[in-house]
């Protein structure tokens, strides 16, 4: 990946890294199937105070947050959802659970998204652990809770926790 990001010539600037997650983001499964969620629009900030890709913020993404879109209508959900928004909210981000994917659903993704009167922003990436695993309570209908959930730390960054500090008085 970071070899895609070299500049070919010396004054070339390099692009920025996208953040994980964008206001639309769509999951491709391992048998093509086709998943959306949303998160708060606006531009995406930047996903952590790290730029590694392997750890993700935790997003607090719940089972019900996703929806399976058909191939059948990928299009049109698109086109109602997302492509006649204000240029400055169309961020998009798909994410496949392998690195190499051939699935028609992801190459339709590929070809809406790249038509430039759209002006689209959109990046390919690896599945979160978050995302992973909350799609797969989705499917398998089971209660999620992400406290029961043995989180690998190398691969999700969860937000610090505040500790409120005492106070000494001077009596």
Same mark, same amino acid.
């Given at each position: 990946?970071?070899?895609?990001?070299?500049?070919?010539?010396?004054?070339?600037?390099?692009?920025?890294?996208?953040?994980?997650?964008?206001?639309?983001?769509?999951?491709?499964?391992?048998?093509?199937?086709?998943?959306?969620?949303?998160?708060?629009?606006?531009?995406?900030?930047?996903?952590?105070?790290?730029?590694?890709?392997?750890?993700?913020?935790?997003?607090?993404?719940?089972?019900?947050?996703?929806?399976?879109?058909?191939?059948?209508?990928?299009?049109?959900?698109?086109?109602?959802?997302?492509?006649?928004?204000?240029? *400055? $909210? &169309?961020?998009?981000? =798909?994410?496949?659970?392998?690195?190499? @994917?051939?699935?028609? !659903?992801?190459?339709?993704?590929?070809?809406?998204?790249?038509?430039?009167?759209?002006?689209?922003?959109?990046?390919?990436?690896?599945?979160?652990?978050?995302?992973?695993?909350?799609? *797969? $309570? &989705?499917?398998?209908? =089971?209660?999620?809770?992400?406290?029961? @959930?043995?989180?690998? !730390?190398?691969?999700?960054?969860?937000?610090?926790?505040?500790?409120?500090?005492?106070?000494?008085?001077?009596?």
């Amino acid at each position: 990946m970071s070899s895609f990001r070299k500049p070919i010539n010396s004054k070339e600037v390099v692009p920025p890294l996208m953040p994980v997650y964008a206001p639309f983001n769509f999951i491709v499964d391992t048998g093509g199937q086709v998943y959306y969620y949303q998160l708060q629009l606006g531009k995406p900030k930047c996903a952590s105070g790290n730029d590694d890709y392997l750890t993700a913020p935790f997003i607090r993404l719940q089972p019900e947050n996703i929806v399976q879109v058909p191939q059948s209508n990928l299009e049109d959900f698109i086109k109602s959802n997302i492509l006649f928004l204000d240029k *400055d $909210y &169309k961020y998009i981000s =798909i994410a496949s659970f392998l690195d190499t @994917v051939k699935s028609s !659903s992801l190459k339709e993704l590929i070809t809406i998204f790249s038509d430039t009167t759209y002006k689209i922003t959109y990046s390919i990436r690896r599945t979160t652990q978050e995302e992973q695993i909350v799609l *797969d $309570y &989705k499917k398998r209908v =089971i209660y999620y809770d992400p406290n029961s @959930v043995v989180w690998d !730390s190398t691969r999700i960054e969860f937000p610090l926790k505040m500790i409120t500090p005492k106070i000494q008085s001077d009596e």
